[in-house]
């Protein structure tokens, strides 16, 4: 009966809209400190300037928008980082900037050959850019796989022009509920890799596969941490907005499995522990401040 009813509502473009279009105001009324501190108390702590408690509501184009208010899109040049096979790209194409290129540490050559986009396999950390090369770069589900995040976020730095922009939206963190892209909850905090790898291959679930074991066994994760992506961040970017996205999920394991949450806190911070993602607006620093900064880490 309730499947049915999905179903139905699925096809019903009118109420899809609807309930849509209520997103914002649920994220609004979520991200009032009144809600955010009863539900997640560890918050009064956290840094940023918008909080979610879902991904829902924050669609490409709501994330556009918001980077409109920073770039005028038609007349920039745009690096997309991460492209994979070339998906995302079309959302940029739309925009018609000024030039688009996009690259990821995977090539996929068939697929990036229909795209308008200039794109080729690149290492993140090593971009065969020249400096101050594009006014946006943009990455989306890139930096919770990176192996090296301070050289990543420098290379981003270097090849953004001066007073450009960098968006980053990425997640899930490591430390996360299914942090490891994997459907299970914190089993991937008990384990080292090799045993979570045999872990995963024991379960044969395709998905896990494909992203789990994919990225464990490429060594692309990123085990940093929230505090930890800001406080790089900050070496070479003023922080224009950031988004902190806590995940359902693990409320819901802190108050279903008290004695398992227990043990977890015992090793790791709650922020860390219930933060799923991310997203930033970075605008880069002059490079002589980036050189100051660079210098007091």
């Given at each position: 009966m309730l499947g049915r009813l999905k179903?139905?509502?699925?096809?019903?473009r009118h109420v899809v809209g609807?309930?849509?279009?209520?997103?914002?105001?649920?994220?609004w009324l979520r991200g009032q400190k009144a809600y955010y501190l009863r539900a997640a108390p560890y918050l009064s702590d956290a840094y940023f300037d918008e909080v979610c408690f879902s991904n829902r509501g924050n669609d490409p184009a709501t994330l556009l928008k918001r980077t409109r208010q920073y770039v005028p899109l038609e007349a920039s040049?745009?690096?997309v980082l991460g492209c994979g096979r070339g998906e995302e790209l079309k959302l940029w194409e739309q925009q018609s900037p000024r030039s688009l290129v996009g690259c990821d540490y995977f090539g996929h050559p068939i697929d990036w050959a229909r795209r308008e986009a200039d794109v080729a396999a690149m290492d993140v950390g090593a971009l065969a850019f020249a400096d101050n090369s594009f006014d946006l770069v943009s990455s989306t589900a890139l930096l919770e796989h990176v192996r090296d995040l301070e050289a990543c976020v420098a290379e981003?730095?270097?090849?953004?022009?001066?007073?450009?922009m960098v968006f980053a939206n990425f997640g899930p963190l490591y430390r996360g509920?299914?942090?490891?892209?994997?459907?299970?909850?914190?089993?991937?905090l008990w384990m080292d890799d090799a045993q979570f790898d045999a872990y995963l291959e024991a379960r044969n679930i395709p998905y896990e596969r494909e992203e789990a074991l994919h990225w464990l066994r490429n060594d692309m994760f990123s085990r940093a941490t929230y505090d930890e992506y800001l406080a790089v961040f900050r070496r070479y970017f003023d922080l224009s907005h950031v988004t902190l996205t806590v995940s359902p999920e693990a409320l819901h394991f802190k108050r279903e499995q008290p004695q398992v949450w227990a043990s977890l806190r015992e090793r790791y911070s709650e922020q860390d522990l219930c933060t799923f993602a991310m997203r930033a607006w970075l605008r880069v620093k002059p490079k002589a401040a980036v050189l100051t900064e660079r210098r007091a880490a």
């Open positions: 179903s139905e509502l699925k096809q019903n609807a309930v849509r279009s209520a997103y914002p105001a649920l994220n040049d745009v690096l981003m730095a270097r090849v953004t022009r001066p007073g450009g509920y299914g942090g490891a892209h994997f459907l299970g909850s914190y089993e991937h």
